[in-house]
């Protein structure tokens, strides 16, 4: 049953923003404690990071953030388009005027890769159930290929051996 008084709405919000946001940095908390061969903190964040996705996932079913497939990639094409149109956009102009290059190079990564999200949605929400091709990523840069991965990201210019297959 999905919440409906506006105080708890804005509740689960603020609780899905923050169990999602701790489910990423305990994952990279513990990528970080694996490089350092401490296996036991490794273990426990990704426990954790695990046991947050699953309260995350609580509270968007509670949202009734959770619908058709097709529905859903009609949202995932709205929040990819609104961070290469408006969100990156802004950022990017805040890190040039700031002459944060750093952020600036990050911010513009992100951007170019959130335009190519936004049409393979589009392409799978055209057939959804179709045999699914092979399916690379950037892990520099997010960049998501269809098919053996190129040579060179066109969005970072990384090597191929960056690329990691999506199962
Ligand atoms: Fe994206
Ligand atoms: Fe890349």
Sequence with gaps: MASTDPKV???LKEAFAGESQ???KYLAFAEKAQKDNLAYAAKIFR???EAE???AHSHLRLLAGIKST???IGAAIE???FEFTKMYPGMLADAKAAGDKAAEHGFNLANEAEKVHAELFKKALANPGQTPPKVYVCKICGHVHEGDPPDKCPICGGQ???YFEII
């Design 9 to 11: 709405i804005e509740d």
């Design 22 to 24: 701790a489910n990423r």
């Design 79 to 81: 929040g990819e388009t």
């Design 53 to 55: 996705t699953i309260h």
């Design 160 to 162: 191929k051996q960056n």
């Design 70 to 72: 097709p529905e859903n």
């Design 47 to 49: 426990a954790a990071a």
